[in-house]
């Protein structure tokens, strides 16, 4: 048992440490197939450490969900990363406290606060994202169920551990039209949850146009640091879920040994680069869609869903 619960959190202590490297690597590949020199691959530490040490301006007339959001994002992606499968195949200690599920309503509990938060501020561009941010995820939440409705027919379960196990290890499962539809309709969604192009760009600086990061506006210091931590946390847990439970487990540890599950670390992130390196590719091929088109992609990853479920559905 406390060979589980030390795993289970040096699991945390990848996804805190990894997730801005992870997050500067895409930034720098995208700036190179831009033909751009582009900022460290190091530069999200530095940003999050530079915030760290500035003073924090906090409005009087705020209340104390401004202040509580930022430390609810940033636990959200922590707590989900004692769930699911990080660095082995195996369930550890909190593995059956929530399934896929619980680890989409805790990621969406970090979303809640920040929406109430930009609110809160009466900033006029901050009610104006949170509005369209909650837009977007409640177009995206059915798809989001149709996918792990998929899932769990194939599986019996939405535990991630069992869910990797019958799903993809199989390797004639992966080539099923049911797995690869479910594979284009998670990768659509996980383009518009973390505010990516096409539905949004996190590197827009026009306020009018901002979806995801107008939310955080109004923060600085140590409120503005957490909250660039929460969001590079929260896609690197949406790559695990999407890499390590949907695509393939390659790369996990199936020995109990320590050796082993670290190990694992540089294979994993050997995978989410390949997965960047694609994701790059797609949004540099794309461009931001207007607002009132957003609707028709995240649509578009539904009826592919639906059309997944109805296929899985057939074959049984």
């Not at 406390?2 to 720098?28: C, K, S």
Request: with cysteine; hydrophobic share 55%; net charge neutral.
């Amino acid at each position: 048992m406390i060979e589980r619960i030390v795993y289970n959190l040096i699991q945390v202590a990848v996804v805190v440490g990894f997730a801005p490297l992870v997050e500067g690597v895409t930034t720098r590949l995208k700036e190179i197939l831009q033909s751009k020199r582009g900022p460290s691959i190091f530069q999200p530490y530095r940003d999050i450490w530079k915030l760290l040490h500035k003073d924090e301006i906090v409005s009087e007339h705020s209340s104390w969900i401004f202040r509580a959001a930022p430390y609810v994002a940033f636990a959200a992606p922590v707590f989900c990363a004692l769930l699911i499968p990080v660095l082995t195949r195996y369930p550890l200690f909190f593995a059956f406290m929530g399934d896929m599920l619980g680890v989409g309503f805790v990621l969406a509990l970090g979303g809640f606060f920040t929406t109430l938060a930009a609110v809160d501020t009466a900033n006029p561009y901050g009610p104006m994202g949170a509005s369209r941010t909650r837009m977007v995820g409640f177009l995206a939440e059915p798809a989001f169920i149709m996918v792990f409705l998929t899932i769990s027919f194939v599986a019996g379960s939405t535990i991630p551990y069992i869910v990797q196990t019958r799903w993809v290890t199989p390797i004639a499962n992966f080539f099923e039209p049911s797995h690869i539809l479910l594979l284009i309709a998670f990768l659509m969604l996980i383009l518009a949850e973390d505010g990516r192009i096409p539905v949004d760009s996190p590197s827009g600086q026009f306020e009018l146009a901002m979806i995801d990061r107008s939310k955080s506006l109004e923060y600085s210091g140590r409120g503005a640091a957490l909250l660039k931590w929460a969001s590079a946390m929260k896609f690197f847990v949406l790559l695990v879920v999407f890499l390590n439970v949907v695509v393939t487990p390659w790369g996990l540890a199936q020995g109990k040994d320590l050796g082993e599950v670290l190990l694992a670390i540089p294979l994993v992130l050997f995978k989410m680069f390949c997965f960047v390196l694609a994701l790059v590719c797609i949004e540099s091929s794309l461009a931001k869609l207007r607002l009132f088109r957003i609707t028709e992609f995240i649509g578009a990853a539904f009826v592919i869903s639906v059309i997944a479920v109805i296929t899985q559905l057939s074959q049984i």
